[in-house]
């Protein structure tokens, strides 16, 4: 099993920025493709972004593309969101996730979620 546990949420105004963390132990050696994705309150979970382990390739939702950065550090074994210009509508809890394809067209670039953390909040209001 693989544990992952996010952080860098927070309060941030209108066209502030925030990088969010995630910290991943246990079976790293199993973890291939990962992700983020957020829920905002009332509202389904929206994939945010997906790195493939193949080939290095990375996808962004539409509502996130061009403002937020994905990375990954395989030496801190650690999952990064790079959050720039942010907007009211981002406010929602994020999380980091494993991710296995299953093709479904339901969920960005067809990955869905297989483990996640426990989520941050990001909250962006003035």
């Known amino acids: 099993q693989v544990q992952l546990v996010e952080s860098g949420g927070g309060l941030v105004q209108p066209g502030g920025s925030l990088r969010l963390s995630c910290a991943a132990s246990?079976?790293?050696?199993?973890?291939?493709?990962m992700g983020w994705y957020r829920q905002a309150p009332g509202k389904e979970r929206e994939g945010v972004s997906t790195?493939?382990?193949?080939?290095?390739?990375?996808d962004y939702s539409d509502s996130v593309k061009g403002r937020f950065t994905m990375s990954r550090d395989n030496d801190k074994n650690t999952l990064y969101l790079q959050m720039n210009n942010l907007r009211p509508e981002d406010t929602a809890r994020y999380y980091c996730?494993?991710?296995?394809?299953?093709?479904?067209?339901?969920?960005?670039?067809?990955?869905?979620?297989?483990?996640w953390g426990q989520g941050t909040q990001v909250t962006v209001s003035s």
């Open positions: 996730a494993t991710l296995y394809f299953s093709g479904n067209s339901s969920y960005l670039a067809g990955y869905e979620w297989e483990n």
């Open positions: 790195m493939h382990s193949g080939d290095g390739r990375i």
């Open positions: 246990g079976r790293i050696g199993s973890i291939n493709d």
